[in-house]
């Protein structure tokens, strides 16, 4: 187990190789009502999740990119009034990068921010998205163009969920691996040098030790530059023509694989 800190507009942990249930457990003491957002391919997973004392609410939303809509986040909304939140509950974020993107927003907007914590179960949501504190959905004019700066309160990476992924998302998230192998931590792409997906996959150390560098390279840009003035536009690095991919194939491929 590893935890990385982040500075942003204030410090939070990503902890790193914990088992979620028990990382939540200690995060989420004294709260009244958890959230959970979480994809509705995972209902099997979540639906009896509960923490501590605290009465669990379920939110599932659809999948991938299909979740970041206008229409998904007023639903959210309608739930979070429903249910009676207030500042003092949690939003947990439970799912890929879109599902904690999304979570994350209706964190930042419920009486305008409440705490949230994020749960990534890919390699690109624990990478990239989950760490950071951009939140956001998207727009007919764009990716990403609905959002705000929102740092969850704590960052809780799991490995196991990585079993959960299908060779096709495992190998897209590696693009943000990657992606940080060339801007920042050269060792990322001589770790990665002439092995195959499948080696990488059956080699938990080496999983881990890619995961841990990309965060911590991502952590190292973030907390000099939470706002994107100057150095953070580095981590967009394929990124600008990769939205333009993304969206051509109307949200048909993996984020990843347009990054690459
Ligand atoms: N995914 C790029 C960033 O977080 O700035």
């Given at each position: 187990m590893s935890v990385v800190t982040i500075q942003?507009?204030?410090?939070y942990e990503v902890h790193i190789d914990v088992e979620f249930k028990e990382a939540l457990k200690s995060i989420s003491k004294h709260r009244e009502k958890i959230a959970f957002i979480f994809s509705e391919n995972m209902r099997d997973q979540i639906n009896d999740l509960k923490v501590g004392d605290a009465e669990s609410f379920y939110f599932p939303v659809a999948d991938?990119?299909?979740?970041?809509?206008?229409?998904?986040?007023?639903?959210?909304?309608?739930?979070?009034?429903?249910?009676?939140?207030?500042r003092s509950d949690l939003i947990v974020g439970?799912?890929?990068?879109?599902?904690?993107?999304?979570?994350g927003?209706?964190?930042a907007t419920w009486l305008r921010g409440i705490d949230w914590v994020a749960v990534p179960t890919t390699v690109?949501?624990?990478?990239?998205?989950?760490?950071g504190g951009k939140t956001g959905i998207n727009s007919e004019y764009g990716k990403n163009l609905i959002g705000a700066f929102h740092s969850p309160q704590s960052v809780i990476i799991d490995l196991d969920w990585l079993s959960t992924l299908t060779d096709r998302d495992f190998a897209a998230g590696l693009a943000e691996v990657v992606k940080c192998g060339f801007i920042k931590d050269v060792e990322i792409i001589?770790?990665?040098?002439?092995?195959?997906?499948?080696?990488?996959?059956q080699d938990r150390v080496l999983t881990t030790n890619l995961i841990e560098r990309s965060i911590k390279v991502k952590g190292a840009v973030v907390s000099s530059d939470f706002k994107e003035s100057f150095e953070r536009e580095i981590l967009n690095y394929g990124h600008t023509f990769g939205h333009a991919v993304e969206i051509d194939a109307k949200y048909s491929l993996r984020h990843g694989e347009c990054v690459a």
């Open positions: 942003a507009e204030r410090q991938s990119e299909a979740a970041k809509s206008t229409k998904t986040l007023l639903q959210l909304w309608d739930w979070l009034g429903a249910a009676g939140f207030t439970i799912g890929g990068g879109a599902i904690t993107d999304l979570a927003f209706a964190a690109a949501g624990m990478v990239d998205a989950a760490v001589n770790l990665l040098k002439g092995k195959s997906l499948k080696e990488i996959r």
